[in-house]
């Protein structure tokens, strides 16, 4: 009867669905009991990322469970299970950001009159979202070791993923809807012209295709400056780029060659300045669409010569994001808060337009306030990591992996400029550099 009452309340998952959710949490127990503290925690992200199903269980008066709350939750309890007495990490410069973007929610709720429990649901879900990767992240990571197990549990889980990539390139994206008894998206965005676009177990097929892009570049840093003769490593990035090739995501194509390049020219300052300067671009694209009036014009003219199809669909993106701006100026510093208030009415009372990019859904939401908190808590971390080691130090056995991380965390916040895929992987990869950035004897509050 409970199983029942949980179906019922998770949307459409099936039974399985529910089951896998639910017994979550006892299997990250026990890879907590025959793995170091960090590779669990590595394995319950990256397997919990890849295979748990897109739904929610309805507990009352609580938030709701789903797969990123169930690999927090289950991570947190292995930890306090097998580590009880160690010391917590003492709060620096860098985990300011995280704190601030935790409250947010609680900001917007009480300056829009929405209650305090409305903030404090919102609070809770970036905490479980964001600040417990972050946390696990800088509790557990010493070195460049861990980032090396990080990077090396992506590429192997990648490389096994190419198996339901390739059945759904050939019978269509219907794993997720076969084992848990439901599409996670809308199955009309899954054909591209001829063919498909992949979803597996993942939000959509953009999700899946960042991911493989991002593998691929990670595979060719686990290489390193001494072992690039390796056939076995060289063979598994081709492996992956060709997979995300396959994946039919144009975005993800152009992240990828965009990632690819970085990392192949960043072997003098010169071109080591050019990695640290991309940073420039994450502020600079919402600060023109914004304050400045860019409407994007050029970049659409390319793609008119490349994909009209393409074209279109970014066009409609820019013109949403106009009327989204509109609104969100109303209540420019924290934003409408939540239950869709964001959203603009311009058809027969509905919510028509599109919430693509998630700088535009923090700002709608959060307010300008909560889109800077949002940001620096990728800038932070990506800032210090070059600061401190500069990119044309990363070539070598020792610190490439942590570069890679550094291209793992960039490409995705390039592509949450027009989309909105999160994953707990990105802010896990973020901790790993901020802890790498700032040593022990840094200053600390």
Same mark, same amino acid.
Request: glycine fraction near 8%.
């Given at each position: 009867?409970?199983?029942?009452?949980?179906?019922?309340?998770?949307?459409?998952?099936?039974?399985?669905?529910?089951?896998?959710?639910?017994?979550?949490?006892?299997?990250?127990?026990?890879?907590?009991?025959?793995?170091?503290?960090?590779?669990?925690?590595?394995?319950?992200?990256?397997?919990?990322?890849?295979?748990?199903?897109?739904?929610?269980?309805?507990?009352?008066?609580?938030?709701?469970?789903?797969?990123?709350?169930?690999?927090?939750?289950?991570?947190?309890?292995?930890?306090?299970?097998?580590?009880?007495?160690?010391?917590?990490?003492?709060?620096?410069?860098?985990?300011?950001?995280?704190?601030?973007?935790?409250?947010?929610?609680?900001?917007?709720?009480?300056?829009?009159?929405?209650?305090?429990?409305?903030?404090?649901?919102?609070?809770?879900?970036?905490?479980?979202?964001?600040?417990?990767?972050?946390?696990?992240?800088?509790? &557990?990571?010493?070195?460049?070791?861990?980032?090396?197990?990080?990077?090396?549990?992506?590429?192997?889980?990648?490389?096994?993923?190419?198996?339901?990539?390739?059945?759904?390139?050939?019978?269509?994206?219907?794993?997720?809807?076969?084992?848990?008894?439901?599409? %996670?998206?809308?199955?009309?965005?899954?054909?591209?012209?001829?063919?498909?676009?992949?979803?597996?177990?993942? %939000?959509?097929?953009?999700?899946?295709?960042?991911?493989?892009?991002?593998?691929?570049?990670?595979?060719?840093?686990?290489?390193?400056?001494?072992?690039?003769?390796?056939?076995?490593?060289?063979?598994? &990035?081709?492996?992956?780029?060709?997979?995300?090739?396959?994946?039919?995501?144009?975005?993800?194509?152009?992240?990828?060659?965009?990632?690819?390049?970085?990392?192949?020219?960043?072997?003098? %300052?010169?071109?080591?300045?050019?990695?640290?300067?991309?940073?420039?671009?994450?502020?600079?694209?919402?600060?023109?669409?914004?304050?400045?009036?860019?409407?994007?014009?050029?970049?659409?003219?390319?793609?008119?010569?490349?994909?009209?199809?393409?074209? =279109?669909?970014?066009?409609?993106?820019?013109?949403?994001?106009?009327?989204?701006?509109?609104?969100?100026?109303?209540?420019?510093?924290?934003?409408?808060?939540?239950?869709?208030?964001?959203?603009?009415?311009?058809?027969?009372?509905?919510?028509?337009?599109?919430?693509?990019? =998630?700088?535009?859904?923090?700002?709608?939401? =959060?307010?300008?306030?909560?889109?800077?908190? =949002?940001?620096?808590?990728?800038? &932070?971390?990506?800032?210090? &990591?070059?600061?401190?080691?500069?990119?044309?130090?990363?070539?070598?056995?020792?610190?490439?992996?942590?570069?890679?991380?550094?291209?793992?965390?960039?490409?995705?916040?390039?592509?949450?400029?027009?989309?909105?895929?999160?994953?707990?992987?990105?802010?896990?990869?973020?901790?790993?550099?901020?802890?790498?950035?700032?040593?022990?004897?840094?200053?600390?509050?």
């Amino acid at each position: 009867m409970v199983l029942s009452f949980l179906q019922q309340s998770a949307l459409t998952l099936n039974n399985t669905g529910t089951v896998v959710l639910l017994l979550w949490i006892p299997a990250t127990l026990f890879a907590f009991l025959y793995m170091k503290p960090w590779r669990a925690i590595v394995l319950a992200h990256i397997v919990g990322f890849c295979v748990l199903p897109h739904g929610e269980i309805y507990v009352p008066a609580l938030p709701d469970v789903d797969r990123v709350m169930v690999i927090a939750l289950g991570c947190m309890l292995g930890v306090l299970w097998v580590r009880p007495v160690d010391p917590w990490p003492k709060m620096r410069w860098i985990d300011i950001p995280v704190l601030l973007w935790c409250s947010a929610p609680m900001i917007s709720s009480l300056s829009n009159d929405l209650g305090l429990w409305d903030g404090i649901s919102g609070a809770s879900k970036e905490l479980i979202r964001i600040g417990v990767p972050w946390l696990l992240a800088r509790r &557990f990571v010493h070195g460049p070791e861990e980032a090396r197990v990080l990077v090396s549990f992506i590429v192997i889980c990648a490389l096994i993923h190419v198996v339901p990539v390739l059945y759904e390139l050939r019978m269509s994206p219907q794993l997720h809807k076969m084992v848990y008894g439901q599409h %996670q998206h809308s199955f009309i965005q899954t054909r591209r012209g001829e063919g498909w676009r992949p979803m597996v177990f993942m %939000q959509h097929g953009l999700a899946l295709a960042m991911f493989q892009a991002t593998a691929a570049i990670l595979a060719l840093t686990l290489c390193g400056r001494v072992e690039y003769r390796r056939l076995e490593k060289i063979g598994i &990035f081709l492996v992956l780029a060709t997979v995300t090739i396959l994946t039919n995501s144009l975005g993800a194509i152009i992240l990828f060659a965009l990632g690819f390049g970085l990392w192949a020219l960043c072997r003098g %300052q010169a071109y080591g300045m050019v990695m640290v300067g991309s940073l420039l671009i994450l502020p600079l694209y919402p600060g023109a669409r914004a304050f400045l009036g860019w409407d994007g014009q050029e970049v659409l003219t390319y793609f008119e010569n490349v994909d009209e199809n393409r074209a =279109r669909s970014l066009k409609t993106r820019f013109e949403d994001e106009d009327v989204l701006l509109e609104r969100a100026f109303e209540r420019p510093f924290f934003g409408w808060g939540g239950y869709d208030r964001k959203g603009v009415d311009i058809l027969n009372n509905k919510r028509s337009t599109a919430y693509d990019s =998630r700088w535009i859904i923090i700002v709608g939401s =959060r307010g300008w306030v909560g889109m800077l908190c =949002r940001l620096l808590v990728a800038l &932070f971390p990506l800032w210090a &990591f070059c600061k401190r080691f500069p990119p044309w130090t990363w070539h070598g056995p020792l610190l490439a992996p942590a570069g890679g991380l550094f291209m793992l965390v960039l490409l995705h916040e390039f592509d949450a400029l027009l989309n909105s895929m999160p994953s707990p992987i990105t802010i896990l990869a973020a901790g790993v550099l901020a802890n790498l950035a700032t040593p022990k004897d840094s200053f600390s509050t």
